[in-house]
């Protein structure tokens, strides 16, 4: 069973924005969150992540611009991004860390270009 889905990426010009959206199967209401990204040619790397009691914290390439938030009464994370850069184009992957054992999503592409 899938645990993780991401949706809500897509294309967008510099400056705008886009919501993604990380829809769970199972209650991770206990467990810290995040949001990962891969450019091609890249490692994946840390965007964001949120603990079980709501404590953030964000790559410093993204700070003021994205904002991680969580809905567990929904088992749903988000990611607010404001002001995008042709830089942050990446596959957007979303992660639950129970400790012993991580859930990643498969993804979804958010592409920033004119």
């Known amino acids: 069973q899938t645990q993780l889905v991401e949706s809500g990426g897509g294309l967008v010009q510099p400056g705008g924005s886009l919501r993604l959206s990380c829809a769970a199967a199972?209650?991770?209401?206990?467990?810290?969150m995040g949001w990962y990204r891969q450019a091609p040619a890249k490692q994946r790397e840390l965007v964001a992540t949120?603990?079980?009691?709501?404590?953030?914290n964000y790559a410093d390439s993204v700070k003021g611009r994205f904002t991680i938030s969580r809905d567990n009464a929904k088992n749903t994370m988000y990611l607010q991004m404001n002001s995008l850069k042709p830089e942050d184009t990446a596959v957007y992957y979303c992660?639950?860390?129970?400790?012993?054992?991580?859930?990643w999503g498969q993804g979804t592409q958010v592409t920033v270009s004119s």
């Open positions: 199972s209650d991770f209401s206990s467990n810290d």
């Open positions: 992660n639950a860390d129970l400790g012993w054992f991580e859930y």
């Open positions: 949120i603990t079980s009691d709501g404590k953030t």
